[in-house]
């Protein structure tokens, strides 16, 4: 045993060593705390506009830190000296010596070629722009806010290579082109990408080659489009305000002739058909001395402009946990006529449009995230139920009389019981209501405690779609002139009472997905690998009746990806998907698509290469299939389709139960059509100024559905009711181009130039259709060998040295026989292809590059910043298609004639003997022989548009600071102000086809505040 002075010994000897210890520890800790330095700075852009989430790394350490929303970071080190090295996504890399005396400032420059960037991709995923594989075009928010167009859809316009009037890369087939919209991850079938806010979108992407596409299946197989929302960051709550005043006219408008010039020309036309004349010579006199009938219904009737405005309000916010974006949204858009009706309803047709926008983000813990993004757009439209009003404004003759008499009576005339006025003031009028909704909740699991890089994803998507019209009808009375030129009444029509009815539909759709990912760093191997799961079920009642009927499909889709060293990069993707349009069999498919991609830039023997910053070459080719099949009347095309039908007349007063019609026949061997899709891209960066994107692509769409002519008519069916079969082949082929040139001069000018480029040209391989050449068809074939779209039609004969019949010993002469309507003098002279002396559907030729979609794309902008000052150029335009005119505005033979100034220049044997000049045949009162598809009504559909200037300016910071906001910048907008087209037909627009639609030209006023 140790006696008591043993343990007081050992006592104090382990006292002493505590306190030594303490000591020593204390000594440590001082020294550490000693050595211990925070330093701080904030990160900011060329343009000194702060970063958020820049990743602050010492040099050699393990320590980081990132910056807040002001831009601002903190760490803490032991390092007297060294460096920091600051990262942020689409900018380079900047090395900083450590100072700790100082507030440093760091400035970094952007990376043009944006390699590291994070791109939205198929399926809600993620994609380094350097490893991707696929074809890809993107615009984003900054370009979007920077001008202020009249919606989304016209923002894409000329930015996206590849993309026009909701085709991406042309047409791979005869049946149309279902091009599948996303909206924040989830598939929006019935959504309208012009009901979408601008001022809420934060990119909009296309995907183009089966490499970015595969993993939607048959849903995206001609193509998506990737809509973008912003979302909420964490840090002080911010918010933005925009508010714009627009000007809008139309960009042309045809000049009608006044009464004397219409009523020489009806008469023209009368005396050509051996129709007494319409106008008497007092009547003429009085039209040419002014005192006669000369309505100008545009001027009356037409706004000369409407005005528009926008308003928008986004609140963006949050911290750690939590992180929201909420923007509400209100537009008007004014109406078009001149309306004075005031007493019980009001007919004048306006829009206002309401739009809310709310994105949640929650950290609920360490390893779950949730998220909430809602979509919601309210259309009220009100129009009057008086019909189409344009086409009557343009066809309605000056002569008639109108629109009130003295004492308050509509006038009009027997050919015309449906006035003008009348139809817009006194006709009823249909409010319609249209809500359309989208709504996506959905859950982030990190299993990386199971496994690094390991997570999961399952996403729940809602979109309705609902319209409601309430329908009030309404009648006046109408009169006219009797012969004795009292006013009486026209027919039975009487005044009635306002009354109300109602209509409406809806249409349903749910996405279901799920998703397992991946992504794992194998020091230089890297590893991308996702399962997914897609079901979704469609429900409406707006569309033909077997679309009353669920629509549902289900899909498992696969994505792997290898890259070593950030140099090669292999991805394999596939799909197994259902759907239940088609047959027990041949429901189901499999996908498979694979791609690569080599970046040259990131090899050895390229690193003395100081001016290529990014080289890199893509290459895809994927088997995908196709099932849209909106447009037949029915979506079982395996099946007979067998309809009940109302009777009419004596047979519905007899029978009381449906009659049965028949459509088309069934094929229980129908299948999808497939589609083999080739890309091969390369994609450049130089003096991290220069950006150069270039594809060819090449699609060979087999079993394209067609109807077969090869079935001899003997069997019994009409060539109409025969059933579809996988017959068909097309192939389409194109090259996009996307250009980019940015740079900041030390002078503070700020410069962006963009330009795209796309080429395609499409042609049908096989149609299945008859070879006419032994039945005497100088172009055997009406499908096979020409494009989607071409139109046949008659080849003037120009040897005679005009073109038309100038006598009638002429058409003796010509010996020349044609079906139909024979030819009067002044009727165009056919080419006799066959030489049978008949001109028929024999003789019909390809018209001159006649077709659904143009051949070229291209746009280009210029952005421009200085100081406080903006300034934003964009050209936009087509070529390379032509297209045949017809109707309104072309025709002179609509209701009692349509004249504009090239129907002065008809053809009149007065006029061929002085020989004065002909540019249109001899005019008629109901048809002729000339008035057909032909090369004369042919006219190139090019043109170039300056689509958009914008000029802003953001007041001086140091006002801005002591006004306590962020940002307060005016603008002014002029879009469509100029459009330069060779088309031979006055009076449109080359994106038109007849005279009473238009494109508007805009002007904007418009304010954004940020604070």
């Known amino acids: 045993m140790v006696g008591n002075g043993s343990k007081k010994m050992v006592m104090k000897k382990i006292r002493k060593i505590i306190i030594v210890v303490a000591a020593c520890f204390l000594i440590c800790t001082n020294e550490v705390v000693a ?254 001395n002014g005192i006669g009938t000369d309505n100008d219904w545009r ?69 779950m995230s949730a998220f909430l993004n809602t979509n919601m757009r309210l259309y009220r439209i009100n129009n009057t139920a008086g019909g189409d009003i344009l086409y009557k404004i343009y066809s309605t003759p000056n002569t008639v009389e109108g629109p009130l008499s003295e004492d308050g009576k509509i006038i009009t005339t027997e050919n015309f019981p449906n006035p003008i006025y009348g139809s817009i003031n006194y006709s009823g009028v249909n409010l319609k209501t249209s809500t359309d909704v989208n709504t996506k909740f959905g859950v982030n699991l990190d299993l990386g405690s199971l496994t690094k890089g390991l997570s999961m994803k399952g996403i729940l998507g809602y979109e309705t779609y609902y319209i409601g019209t309430r329908i009030g009808s309404y009648n006046y009375t109408r009169y006219v002139r009797d012969e004795t030129g009292d006013l009486v ?17 809806m249409i349903y759709f749910m996405n279901f997905q799920g998703i397992m990912e991946y992504n794992r760093n194998f020091g230089a191997n890297s590893v991308e690998a996702s399962l997914n799961y897609l079901a979704e079920d469609r429900l409406g009642n707006s569309y033909s009746s077997s679309w009353l009927l669920p629509f549902k499909r289900i899909q498992l889709g696969g994505h792997a990806k290898y890259g070593y060293d950030n140099r090669y990069f292999l991805q394999f993707d596939f799909t197994h998907a259902g759907s239940e349009q088609m047959i027990k069999g041949n429901q189901f498919h499999f996908s498979p698509t694979i791609s690569g991609a080599w970046v040259v830039s990131n090899e050895d023997f390229m690193k003395d290469m100081d001016f290529i910053d990014l080289l890199k070459f893509r290459g895809s080719f994927g088997a995908l299939e196709y099932d849209n099949l909106w447009n037949f009347s029915s979506r079982y095309l395996y099946a007979n389709d067998v309809r009940e039908a109302e009777g009419s007349g004596l047979i519905n007063s007899i029978f009381t139960c449906a009659l049965v019609t028949e459509g088309n026949l069934g094929n229980s061997e129908i299948e999808w059509e497939k589609s083999y899709q080739q890309n091969y891209g390369v994609d450049l960066t130089l003096l991290n100024a220069v950006n150069l994107s270039v594809d060819y692509w090449r699609t060979n769409q087999r079993g394209v559905l067609c109807q077969s002519e090869l079935t001899p008519e003997l069997s019994g069916f009409s060539s109409s009711a025969l059933p579809y079969e996988n017959v068909g082949k097309i192939l389409n082929q194109g090259i996009d181009i996307e250009t980019s040139y940015n740079k900041n001069l030390n002078s503070g000018l700020g410069i962006t130039v963009s330009g795209d480029f796309s080429w395609n040209k499409n042609k049908i391989i096989d149609a299945d259709d008859l070879n006419y050449s032994d039945l005497g068809y100088y172009y055997p074939y009406r499908k096979t060998g020409y494009s989607i779209g071409q139109v046949f039609g008659y080849l003037i004969d120009y040897s005679n040295g005009n073109g038309y019949f100038n006598s009638g010993e002429e058409i003796t002469e010509s010996g020349l026989t044609y079906q139909g309507t024979a030819p009067r003098v002044g009727d165009f002279i056919y080419k006799d292809l066959n030489n049978d002396g008949l001109i028929d559907e024999r003789d019909k030729a390809p018209l001159d590059g006649v077709k659904t979609m143009p051949n070229i794309m291209a746009g280009a902008s210029v952005k421009l910043t200085y100081k406080n000052f903006d300034l934003y150029v964009q050209l936009q335009g087509e070529a390379g298609r032509n297209a045949v005119y017809s109707g309104l505005g072309v025709y002179e033979n609509i209701e009692q004639g349509v004249y504009l100034e090239m129907h002065k220049h008809a053809w009149t044997s007065e006029r061929y003997t002085a020989g004065e000049e002909i540019d249109y045949p001899a005019l008629t009162s109901t048809t002729s022989s000339s008035l057909t598809a032909n090369s004369f009504f042919v006219s190139k559909a090019d043109y170039l548009r300056l689509k958009n200037v914008t000029f802003g300016y953001s007041l001086p910071k140091k006002i801005v600071d002591k006004m306590k906001i962020d940002q307060f910048r005016f603008y002014v907008t002029g879009q469509n102000l100029l459009t330069m087209t060779d088309l031979k037909f006055k009076g449109f627009d080359p994106e038109c086809s007849n005279i009473n639609s238009f494109v508007y030209r805009m002007f904007n006023l418009g304010l954004n505040i940020n604070f």
């Not at 952007?110 to 380094?128: H, Q």
């Not at 308003?311 to 209100?330: L, M």
């Not at 029509?493 to 539909?505: F, P």
């Open 489 to 505: 009444q026209l027919g039975t029509n009487e005044e009635t009472a306002l009354s109300w009815s109602k209509a409406s539909s």
């Open 299 to 367: 001027k009356m009737f037409l706004k000369k402009v409407r005005n528009s405005q926008r308003y928008n309000i986004g609140i963006n916010g949050g911290n750690e946990k939590v992180r929201y974006y909420v923007n509400a949204g209100y537009a008007n858009l004014d109406g078009t006529y001149n309306v004075d009706w005031t007493e019980k309803y009001n007919p004048e047709d306006y829009t206002k449009h309401f739009t809310l926008a709310s994105n949640i983000d929650v950290d609920l813990f360490s390893f």
């Open 35 to 288: 050595q211990t330095i925070q330093y701080t700075g904030v990160v900011r852009n060329n343009e000194g506009t702060p970063l958020y989430g820049a990743t602050i790394k010492i040099q050699n350490s393990h320590e980081y830190a990132t910056t807040d929303s002001e831009g601002r970071f903190y760490i803490n080190t032991d390092k007297v000296t060294g460096n920091i090295i600051c990262s942020y996504i689409g900018y380079k890399n900047k090395i900083v010596p450590l100072k700790a005396d100082s507030d440093m400032t760091v400035r970094l420059i952007p990376d043009i070629s944006c390699s590291d960037e994070l791109m939205n991709v198929s399926l809600d995923r993620k994609e380094s722009r350097i490893s991707y594989t696929g074809a890809i075009s993107t615009v984003k928010s900054e370009e979007i806010k920077t001008w202020q167009s009249s919606g989304l859809v016209e923002t894409l316009k000329g930015k996206l290579a590849g993309y026009d009037n909701g085709h991406i890369r042309g047409l791979n087939s005869m049946n149309g082109e279902a091009i599948l919209i996303v909206l924040d991850g989830v598939p929006a079938p019935s959504l309208d990408l012009s009901s979408i806010d601008p001022d809420i979108v934060e990119s909009v992407s296309i995907l183009k080659d089966a490499a970015a596409k595969a993993l939607y299946g048959p849903l995206g197989a001609q193509g998506v489009i990737l809509v973008t929302t912003k979302k909420g960051v964490s840090g002080k709550t911010k918010v933005n305000v925009n508010a714009n005043f627009a000007l809008q006219s139309p960009t042309v408008m045809a000049d009608m002739l006044n009464s004397y010039d219409y009523a020489v020309l009806r008469n023209n036309a009368l005396t050509n058909d051996g129709l007494p004349a319409a106008f008497s010579d007092d009547e003429l006199q009085a039209f040419a």
